[in-house]
């Protein structure tokens, strides 16, 4: 741990691009995670060529689902998954600690499509409504948990917020930007992805710094108008946060400890080792074999085209080619 404005001898490196840095404001008894990222959201996005609303919508999710993925303690999976009757009805992103990341997106093209002619391809509205999953795997012999948030035209960063405040009831701040960027070196214009986010939390020692006061009964008068008493330190953490614009997160020339040392260097902020995230996928031919022998013979027959089995990775796109012989038994 090192105070983020002293870089030297022995402190701790830069976290540099695709890397998750952890973070403590003392002053403000808030604890939080920030990551840029470059070249893996580009890999990862790239390789399913979407259209670009529903490409940064997904990395946005990615963004999202890194954020809460790295906080996991121990060797396991985290994995954020929607559900909703919109254009993009399906997102899933798997994060495998400590970095390891792969997603998709499932959508309708031609509402996709008619939605940008019409001008209205807002994040929201490409969710539509439904439901979005929060999924910690430990591993063989542990419980699943999950915590599951209604979809309701919501942004993915108003939805973070009601997770935290109906599940963990934690306090939470989260922000999210996702960018196509174009740039120009030789005469030739290339492409590239960029992402950050930050997502920051309050979590003070005393117990009553951390209790919310409690909702009128259900016989209160219909009229009553009451607001809920924030901890002032709580108030000055979000109000900081909330003046972080989009580019700031995504620009190549404002790292991670520059903009976190800009928000919180009057309260002193203490930044821990990052870690690296990297698009990897974890399937293989022999974790799908493994699936197609649990198959039935009439499943293995229907799955049979033009001779052999064919199976697509949903995630990296990879395609493995399997001789039906060798599931006859």
């Known amino acids: 741990m090192t105070n983020i404005e002293d870089f030297g001898p022995g402190s701790i490196a830069p976290a540099g691009v695709d890397a998750v840095l952890p973070f403590q404001v ?36 990615v963004v999202l689902a890194v954020l809460l993925g790295s906080s996991l303690k121990f060797e396991g999976q985290f994995i954020l998954q929607t559900q909703t009757d919109g254009p993009v009805d399906m997102l899933v992103v798997d994060f495998r600690t400590p970095g390891d990341l792969r997603a998709y997106a499932r959508f309708d093209a031609e509402k996709v499509a008619e939605m940008e002619a019409a001008g209205t391809l807002e994040p929201a509205l490409l969710l539509g409504n439904g439901i979005l999953a929060m999924t910690i795997d430990q591993g063989e012999n542990t419980s699943r948990y999950q915590g599951i948030v ?32 174009m740039t120009r070196e030789d005469g030739k214009v290339t492409h590239s992805w960029r992402g950050g986010g930050l997502m920051v939390q309050f979590l003070p020692e005393s117990e009553d710094r951390m209790r919310h006061r409690d909702l009128p009964g259900g016989d209160a008068p219909s009229d009553l108008d009451f607001e809920l008493d924030e901890d002032d330190a709580w108030v000055e953490a979000q109000s900081l946060v909330a003046t972080i614009e989009d580019h700031e997160l995504i620009d190549p020339d404002v790292s991670t400890e520059r903009l976190l040392y800009r928000l919180f260097h009057e309260r002193g902020v203490r930044v821990f080792e990052a870690t690296a995230v990297q698009d990897h996928c974890s399937c293989s031919r022999e974790r799908i074999e493994g699936v197609l022998r649990s198959f039935s013979a009439e499943e293995i027959t229907e799955s049979i085209e033009d001779g052999e089995i064919t199976v697509t ?13 060798e599931f006859s038994n």
Do not use: W
């Open 313 to 325: 990775c949903e995630f990296c796109g990879l395609v493995y080619r399997f001789d039906p012989a």
């Open 26 to 61: 003392e002053g403000l008894d808030v604890r939080g995670r920030s990551i840029q990222m470059g070249p893996a959201l580009s890999t990862l996005l790239d390789r399913h060529n979407y259209p670009l609303p529903v490409s940064k919508l997904l990395g946005e999710a």
């Open 150 to 181: 209604a979809l309701d035209g919501s942004s993915l960063e108003d939805v973070a917020h009601t997770y935290f405040e109906q599940s963990e009831q934690i306090p939470t701040a989260v922000r999210l930007a996702v960018a196509e960027m």
